[in-house]
């Protein structure tokens, strides 16, 4: 199975070298992923800091196109509510969402996140560092 790597690994694996074995075995294996909204949150800061090869690297993990489907979006987050998952933001429910059309799960550390992948039925990376 394959995973969108959230921002908040990709960030401590770069800058700390944390998940570096979860991470690095995504890499190898061809199924680590990401897509636009990750890319928008990671490379800003990035271009400001002038870490070309952090964002070279970005370019070169597999892209899944975003197919927004709002009313989907509008549909989880009424869930979320409903079983009190209540710290989530549009994005993050949009990154969810991008995982189930691709039948791949989300690796992250976000905790609010991992309760949104246990109630939409998307596969969590868990594993320590």
């Not at 570096?20 to 928008?40: K, M, P, Q, T």
């Not at 989300?106 to 998307?122: A, E, Y």
Request: glycine share 8%; charged share 20%; with cysteine.
């Amino acid at each position: 199975m394959g995973y969108i790597v959230d921002s908040n690994i990709w960030i401590e694996f770069f800058n700390r070298g944390n998940y570096f074995d979860s991470v690095s075995g995504l890499l190898n294996d061809n199924e680590a992923y990401i897509n636009r909204i990750i890319l928008a949150e990671l490379i800003p800061s990035s271009r400001a800091k002038r870490e070309e090869e952090f964002i070279e690297c970005l370019y070169g993990i597999g892209l899944l196109e975003l197919y927004t489907d709002w009313d989907e979006i509008i549909e989880i987050q009424y869930h979320c509510i409903k079983n009190g998952i209540n710290k989530l933001g549009l994005l993050d429910i949009a990154i969810a969402q991008n995982a189930k059309q691709n039948n791949v799960g989300i690796f992250t550390m976000n905790r609010h996140m991992i309760l949104l992948c246990k109630l939409i039925g998307v596969g969590c990376h868990e594993q320590g560092t």
